[in-house]
């Protein structure tokens, strides 16, 4: 099971840090991807770490403002982000999957998601 928290209420140019915790088993060896859905809106990806932490991406849109990393010792992959915008309101999801080629297209967890919203 994986578990999102973090998400809330910003105003925009304001941060948030989304965690996202496994539990029953280790994240360790999983890549783990942030998706977000907006209201109306397919779910998007917007970042993702190999399980060594080594291997990082992101989508346009979020390059230079979030920061995604892991700790694997607290079984937990974080999503940092800055200087937020009204347009990054959606739902965060995080996935996991054994293979990073995978974990962008078809993970085989999913979080419940956690809500952030950035309005004046």
């Known amino acids: 099971q994986l578990v999102e928290s973090g998400g809330g209420l910003v105003h925009p140019g304001g941060s948030l840090r989304l965690s996202c915790v496994a539990s029953?088993?280790?994240?360790?060896?999983?890549?783990v991807g942030w998706f977000r859905q907006a209201p109306g809106k397919e779910r998007d990806w917007v970042s993702c770490?190999?399980?060594?932490?080594?291997?990082?991406n992101y989508e346009d849109s979020v390059k230079g403002r979030f920061t995604i990393s892991r700790d694997n010792a607290k079984n937990t992959v974080y999503l940092q982000m800055n200087s937020l915008k009204p347009e990054d309101t959606a739902v965060y999801y995080c996935?996991?999957?054994?293979?990073?080629?995978?974990?962008?297209?078809?993970?085989?967890?999913w979080g419940q998601g956690t809500q952030v919203t950035v309005s004046a």
């Open positions: 770490i190999s399980s060594d932490g080594i291997h990082t």
């Open positions: 996935a996991a999957d054994a293979q990073y080629s995978r974990v962008t297209v078809n993970p085989l967890y």
């Open positions: 029953g088993f280790s994240l360790e060896h999983y890549a």
